[in-house]
């Protein structure tokens, strides 16, 4: 997802009829205070929140499958019938060369024995001729003196086995298909749920994280949760599965040597344990220094001009390298640390196997098991180890699925805006009325921004909002569009509360052109359109003919089908500002906020900008904020704001007269070079 879309999503979340850039609408009196003064909480667990631990982590990951328990329920008796079958066949496979050896045996007694002598009377022959080792190892043994292999039960045998393992293996191909429709439809919701959290989230959020990591967060984190569901869910339950039936079935063959086999159980789960809640922290800190590293190239690519202007390759790569040498630890130490579980455990079950092939031997060679039932018992010891190195090699994926779980279940739990009740509803156009009555707010609990903010503007008018940065002049809009809700006093819109109104309705009511003018991909009719969906071809030609939008489209070979790219730049600043215009213009706000719109523009554009607003602005309540104090001369009413409060108020002329605040700053632009009068003569020649 590149930073355009994420931006379109967060306008998407706003649900207003305009552009809305989070950076750029962001309130410029962040300069006040630093992250580390924000709850950690507000950081995603960046800032010294601490991890939660793995198991509520794991049940919320494959929480994602419980809504489809009828399917689960389905795969889960497919998997216990595949593993039941793959776990019977070495017993029957261990008779089958109980036949072969009992047959080759009986062949070999024809014409040592008597024709006719039972089993029990070569055995006692034999252990009365004093061999009474070879007597123990013949009563084991299922033979008829004088008789060969029984081909037909030998057949009987081998068809069922492969039957066995054909209808396991069909049971694990169905099962599989199952499970990842599930799990793509347990993702696809997920998905959307992640949309929709984003579209919920109020835009302190994004202002107080790094773009990247929310990314990461929303896309490779998302992604790792599927993979982890798709391979680690089945391959764990078949696992597990497997190694419940192999013990039951090793008890049943020999309890002696299951009790051989089973002291590998605790000892791989000993390992298991102590590696996987080391690999774990180590999991959290990879997926934690992926965000930060992805973060920083979104910001090297956005930035790329700046870097370039001020020389600054040297330290975006410095920067970058110290962000991937943390990855690469971090990455290395979870993928080695976890590494480790196999081969520990692969150790311990060859401990136990030869242990289990010496005992074997010995009871065979007593008559106190078959050969079939050691050679189905050796056979049940490796697949034994096979599912507990499948569950090891699991552990890997799923560590990591779940440290993505966690951290993406952190993003969903954040708090949202506050839910909306029963809310009053304005008529389809507003007067424009704007009150701010003893309004108060603050960022940060124990530093108040704004104190004691009251002023009126009167329907029609223009309303400019000048100040030094952390003046407060953001923060004033974003409170009247409720990005943030005000601690005291109250804002009303033709007198109804603000907090009255629900946000898609007050919102739908305002419109914003901003510094950083921001298209999306598509054509240009489209970019017009997005201030209101259901504007026809005609509305939006008249639009752009009445925001001078329409002088440079006619000029372009494909007019108003030409498509944007992803970040605009087939198309100059100013252009782009004047589409952005004309977005705001098809809206038909009945409200306007203009956030120093022209200031990224040369003078020439920037008096085609000035006339496209004038358009705009007519018969509206607009609220203008400023640092060139040229573009606001003709305001209706010039608010002068320091340190969250109105310190002065009034037209350009009454507040030159008085030469305060607003009197300082005009001059300070003046005296450093900028005649604002000559510019303005040049740009009308």
């Known amino acids: 997802m590149s930073s355009r879309r994420m931006k379109a999503k967060e306008e998407a979340a706003a649900q207003e009829p305009l552009e809305l850039d989070a950076a750029a609408a962001g309130p410029d009196e962040f300069d006040d205070f630093t992250p580390g003064e924000m709850d950690g909480d507000m950081f995603g667990g960046s800032s010294g929140k601490k991890a939660k631990d793995f198991w509520p982590s794991a049940k919320k990951l494959f929480s994602l499958l419980a809504v489809q328990r009828v399917g689960m329920l389905v795969v889960t008796l497919m998997v216990v019938a595949a593993s039941m079958l793959n776990v019977i066949a070495p017993r029957i496979l261990g008779h089958a060369m109980?036949?072969?050896?009992?047959?080759?045996?009986?062949?070999?007694?024809?014409?040592?024995?008597?024709?006719?002598?039972?089993?029990?009377?070569?055995?006692?022959?034999?252990?009365?001729?004093?061999?009474?080792?070879?007597?123990?190892?013949?009563?084991?043994?299922?033979?008829?003196?004088?008789?060969?292999?029984?081909?037909?039960?030998?057949?009987?045998?081998?068809?069922?086995?492969?039957?066995?393992?054909?209808?396991?293996?069909?049971?694990?191909?169905?099962?599989?298909?199952?499970?990842?429709?599930?799990?793509?439809?347990?993702?696809?919701g997920l998905r959307e749920r992640v949309e929709a959290k984003i579209n919920a989230l109020p835009l302190g959020y994004f202002d107080t994280r790094q773009r990247g990591d929310v990314l990461s967060r929303v896309t490779n984190d998302v992604d790792n949760i599927q993979q982890a569901l798709?391979?680690?869910?089945?391959?764990?339950?078949?696992?597990?599965?497997?190694?419940?039936?192999?013990?039951?079935?090793?008890?049943?063959?020999?309890?002696?040597?299951?009790?051989?086999?089973?002291?590998?159980?605790?000892?791989?789960?000993v390992a298991a344990g102590v590696i996987g809640s080391r690999s774990q922290a180590k999991f959290k800190e990879q997926w934690k220094n992926t965000g930060a590293l992805n973060g920083q190239i979104e910001e090297s690519f956005s930035g790329h001009d700046l870097v370039k202007v001020f020389g600054r390759e040297e330290e975006m790569i410095s920067r970058f390298d110290e962000r991937n040498e943390e990855l690469y630890r971090a990455s290395f130490g979870a993928q080695f640390i976890s590494g480790m579980i196999m081969p520990v455990m692969q150790f311990v079950s060859y401990l136990s196997y030869v242990g289990i092939a010496v005992l074997g031997g010995l009871r065979v060679a007593s008559g106190q098991m078959t050969l079939g039932d050691a050679t189905a018992f050796i056979q049940y010891s490796r697949e034994y180890t096979q599912p507990l190195g499948q569950i090891a090699g699991m552990a890997n994926m799923l560590q990591s699925g779940v440290a993505s779980a966690e951290r993406t279940f952190e993003f969903l739990e954040a708090d949202e805006e506050a839910s909306e009740g029963e809310s009053s509803v304005l008529p389809a156009r507003v007067e424009g009325r704007v009150?701010?009555?003893?309004?108060?707010?603050?960022?940060?609990?124990?530093?108040?921004?704004?104190?004691?903010?009251?002023?009126?503007a009167e329907p029609g008018q223009t309303v400019a909002i000048v100040g030094p940065t952390g003046a407060g002049k953001t923060t004033l809009v974003n409170l009247l569009m409720r990005f943030y809700e005000i601690k005291t006093g109250s804002i009303r819109?033709?007198?109804?509360?603000?907090?009255?109104?629900?946000?898609?309705?007050?919102?739908?009511?305002?419109?914003?052109?901003?510094?950083?003018?921001?298209?999306?991909?598509?054509?240009?009719?489209?970019?017009?359109?997005?201030?209101?969906?259901?504007?026809?071809?005609?509305?939006?030609?008249?639009?752009?003919?009445?925001?001078?939008?329409?002088?440079?489209?006619?000029?372009?070979?494909?007019?108003?089908?030409?498509?944007?790219?992803?970040?605009?730049?087939?198309?100059?600043?100013?252009?782009?500002?004047?589409?952005?215009?004309?977005?705001?213009?098809?809206?038909?706000?009945?409200?306007?906020?203009?956030?120093?719109?022209?200031?990224s523009v040369d003078t020439r554009t920037e008096l085609l900008v000035q006339k496209a607003m004038a358009a705009l602005r007519t018969d509206r309540t607009s609220f203008v904020i400023a640092h060139r104090l040229s573009t606001i001369r003709d305001a209706s009413i010039i608010?002068?704001?320091?340190?969250?409060?109105?310190?002065?108020?009034?037209?350009?002329?009454?507040l030159i007269a008085r030469e305060g605040a607003y009197y300082r700053l005009y001059m300070s632009q003046f005296t450093q070079g900028v005649d604002l009068e000559a510019e303005e003569a040049a740009a009308k020649a």
């Open 435 to 456: 009150e701010f009555n003893h309004v108060g707010f603050s960022y940060v609990e124990d530093k108040p921004l704004i104190r004691d903010l009251t002023f009126t």
């Open 639 to 654: 608010l002068v704001m320091e340190d969250g409060d109105i310190v002065e108020q009034g037209t350009h002329a009454e």
């Open 230 to 269: 798709q391979q680690a869910f089945s391959q764990l339950l078949s696992s597990i599965i497997q190694v419940v039936g192999i013990i039951v079935m090793m008890f049943i063959v020999s309890w002696q040597l299951a009790l051989v086999a089973l002291i590998a159980l605790p000892l791989s789960g």
């Open 98 to 188: 109980d036949v072969i050896f009992g047959g080759v045996v009986g062949k070999q007694m024809a014409g040592s024995v008597p024709e006719g002598a039972t089993r029990e009377q070569v055995i006692d022959g034999v252990r009365a001729s004093g061999d009474s080792k070879m007597a123990d190892m013949l009563a084991g043994m299922d033979f008829t003196p004088g008789q060969g292999i029984d081909f037909d039960k030998l057949l009987r045998l081998i068809l069922t086995v492969l039957a066995m393992y054909l209808g396991a293996s069909v049971l694990l191909w169905l099962q599989a298909y199952l499970l990842n429709r599930m799990v793509m439809k347990a993702v696809y």
């Open 493 to 599: 819109l033709d007198g109804v509360d603000v907090r009255d109104l629900s946000r898609t309705e007050l919102r739908s009511k305002v419109g914003m052109v901003l510094q950083d003018a921001w298209l999306f991909g598509g054509t240009i009719r489209e970019n017009i359109r997005y201030g209101r969906l259901d504007a026809t071809d005609e509305e939006v030609v008249e639009a752009a003919r009445a925001t001078y939008v329409d002088r440079f489209v006619r000029a372009l070979p494909d007019g108003y089908d030409t498509v944007i790219d992803d970040e605009g730049t087939n198309v100059s600043a100013g252009e782009r500002q004047l589409i952005t215009i004309a977005r705001a213009f098809i809206a038909q706000p009945s409200l306007l906020v203009l956030d120093e719109a022209t200031s």
